[in-house]
């Protein structure tokens, strides 16, 4: 038979990974798909630039256009990033009953609605795998492996940058900004690496996670987001006093008839599999009450990881395209008219832990005042740390664990904290989450 055509948008790192791995693995790609699979086209910013990867045989073009309107393209993989043209190069690609392979998260998590609408209407296949924690089939998994549960809670290390720059803090005390810079080097990196660093990117994996997760609708809007730039080695030495590590948490988590969605740096006890997961690995921790706890670990960015996702779902869809398209699995796991609108809880209403970072003049009565704060709003305290005062500092750093409390609360604690004319800097807050 006849091999599948397929049309590369982008010919950087996941694209030049996309086009090796298919060459390497060709024979065993047919195998599994019961064809070949060929990239015929690709476009990319300078067709004429010199690339890691064998282009021999492929039409270039610098007009993503041309490859998408190619009469001989049967599936488009987009991989350039960005949602404003690839919004509308994969509406068109639809338009034109093509189906579409794509990496990007911020696509699917700000476009994906309509994307999808349009492809059911169309009767074609937008397959995202590569979009979440790079090489690991986390989509498979939740909308087809736990199908018959209902998900609980999830919680990842969804950001293979974010994770590597935590990990070369702690274990090389390595600076933000060198880690970050080698990790863009390595091209893990967003091309506006803010997206790793300020928790957008996880965030855009967040929404399709939970979107597939509770059947509810993409709504990027409505996530928390906090990023890892005001982490510093401190935070990182005393987490590890008390036994924690800190990382980039994504969770989404449904209770009350109410989902939580957030992003930000979390404590977590050093013991869990998940405070292990170092450099630019991810892992996905999801709870269903069928199967109780699972865990997904693999890499989460870089060349071949992710094309090894997005040439599964260059399989998946030669598989299928010849299949009636009302028996294929739904784009986001549940029938489109089953899909449930659930409220997106308010972040004043989520209850966790905490790790609080003062500074305070050291004088009797300061840790006092602090622990009655805490006590009239019931937040009860787990630990607290006392440092010893730097050489010529007139103040010290104090670190304190809570029990879980309501955000709302500890807001307010913040608030009446900082306001002691004891309190000589902003309080530094890191959630702190058990993961049980
Ligand atoms: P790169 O920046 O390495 O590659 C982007 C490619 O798109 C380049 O080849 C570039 O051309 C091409 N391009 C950019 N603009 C245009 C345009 N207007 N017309 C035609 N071609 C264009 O990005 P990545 O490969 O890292 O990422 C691609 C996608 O995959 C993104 O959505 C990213 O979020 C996602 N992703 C990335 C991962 C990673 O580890 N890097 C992991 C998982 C997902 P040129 O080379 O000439 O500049
Ligand atoms: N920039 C992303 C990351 C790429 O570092 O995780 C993978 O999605």
């Given at each position: 038979m006849e091999p599948v055509k397929v049309g590369l948008l982008g010919l950087g790192t996941v694209g030049c990974g996309t086009v090796d791995v298919l060459r390497r693995n060709a024979r065993e790609i047919a195998r599994r798909a019961g064809r070949g699979i060929e990239v015929v086209a690709a476009a990319a910013r300078d067709p004429g630039r010199p690339r890691p990867c064998?282009?021999?045989?492929?039409r270039l073009t610098d007009d993503a256009r041309v490859v998408v309107e190619d009469p001989e393209v049967e599936i488009v993989v987009e991989l350039i990033g960005g949602d404003t043209l690839t919004r509308e190069l994969v509406l068109r690609a639809i338009e034109l009953g093509k189906h579409v392979v794509t990496a990007n998260k911020a696509l699917i998590a700000l476009h994906g609605n309509e994307i999808f609408a349009q492809a059911q209407e169309r009767g074609v296949m937008v397959a995202f795998e590569a979009a979440v924690a790079g090489g690991i089939p986390i989509?498979?998994?939740i909308r087809e492996g736990l199908a018959g549960n209902t998900i609980l809670w999830l919680a990842g290390i969804i950001n293979g940058t974010g994770n590597f720059i935590l990990t070369e803090m702690r274990d090389k005390g390595r600076s933000f900004e060198d880690v970050l810079a080698e990790a863009?080097?390595?091209g893990y990196a967003e091309a506006d690496p803010t997206f790793d660093v300020e928790g957008i990117d996880a965030a855009h994996k967040l929404t399709i996670l939970a979107s597939i997760a509770f059947g509810i609708p993409l709504q990027f809007?409505?996530?928390y987001t906090e990023g890892i730039s005001g982490i510093t080695q401190e935070d990182v030495a005393y987490a590890g006093e008390l036994g924690y590590r800190?990382?980039?948490?994504?969770?989404?988590r449904r209770s009350n008839g109410a989902v939580e969605l957030r992003v930000h740096p979390t404590l977590?006890?050093?013991?869990?599999?998940?405070?292990?997961?170092?450099?630019?690995?991810n892992a996905v921790l999801v709870t269903g009450d069928a199967v109780g706890p699972t865990l997904y670990y693999g890499a989460g960015a870089g060349a071949d990881p992710t094309a090894s996702a997005v040439v599964a779902d260059l399989v998946d869809v030669?598989?299928?395209?010849?299949?009636?398209?009302?028996?294929r699995v739904p784009h986001l796991a549940f029938q489109p008219d089953a899909i449930t609108d659930l409220p997106i809880r308010s972040m004043d209403d989520v209850e966790t832990a905490y790790y609080l970072r003062l500074r305070a003049i050291d004088r009797p009565g300061v840790l006092a005042d602090v622990t009655r704060i805490l006590g009239d709003l019931e937040v009860s305290i787990e630990a607290i740390l006392q440092k010893e005062?730097?050489?010529?500092?007139?103040?010290?750093?104090?670190?304190?664990?809570?029990?879980?409390?309501?955000?709302?609360?500890?807001?307010?604690?913040i608030r009446e904290i900082e306001a002691l004319p004891t309190i000589t800097a902003p309080v530094r807050r890191i959630r702190v989450e058990s993961l049980q």
């Open positions: 064998d282009t021999r045989g492929i989509i498979k998994a863009q080097r390595l809007k409505k996530v800190i990382k980039h948490l994504g969770i989404a977590i006890p050093q013991r869990r599999l998940i405070a292990n997961v170092d450099g630019v690995m030669v598989r299928v395209m010849t299949t009636d398209p009302g028996n005062p730097e050489p010529g500092a007139r103040d010290v750093p104090i670190v304190l664990l809570t029990h879980r409390t309501i955000e709302r609360r500890m807001n307010t604690a």
